[in-house]
């Protein structure tokens, strides 16, 4: 089905190390909010604190429909992982430059799930030659596709 949300700056500023895949405990204004794709990932950042994993900055807007008991729309969101997991993001997590941070959020059955990756921040010079690569290889597909078609 695709990704509902993704985190578009997230791979352009770190190289990501190790990718996981975590449920997200969710209250129902916020499903609703998020079956109608009203949710931005783009500040959002992962933290491992007392054996449990929490999601910051996630913001699903305020349901439409909702009343007095809509959700909160920047609260931190509890990750669900397993323990050696959470045990290997914390040693991840706690090496100076990584960072925890939420790369997608999908559908998988009738389950909403976040992909969260291991990052290490990019430098500009890093940025630039991702930059050269991807060109570099437009332009060899370029080349090669005409070559096929003047043949």
Not at 37 to 46: N, P, S
Not at 58 to 81: C, M, Q, T, V
Not at 86 to 92: E, M, N, P, S, V
Not at 102 to 128: A, M, T
Request: glycine letters at 10%; charged letters at 30%; one cysteine or more.
């Amino acid at each position: 089905m695709g990704d509902l949300l993704t985190n578009s700056k997230a791979r352009r500023d770190y190289s990501i190390l190790e990718t996981y895949e975590a449920g997200i405990v969710l209250r129902g204004t916020e499903v609703k909010s998020l079956r109608a794709g009203k949710g931005q990932l783009a500040d959002a950042f992962a933290r491992v604190e007392n054996d449990q994993v929490w999601l910051y900055n996630f913001h699903i807007d305020e349901y439409s429909h909702g009343n007095l008991h809509n959700h909160d729309p920047k609260a931190k969101r509890r990750l669900l992982l397993h323990k050696s997991e959470i045990r290997k993001l914390f040693g991840l997590g706690s090496v100076k430059g990584n960072t925890l941070i939420p790369l997608s959020c999908y559908w998988k059955g009738n389950h909403l799930k976040i992909s969260l990756g291991v990052g290490k921040g990019k430098v500009e010079y890093d940025k630039r030659q991702d930059l050269r690569k991807r060109e570099a290889t437009r332009d060899i597909q370029r080349a090669t596709t005409k070559l096929v078609r003047g043949r």
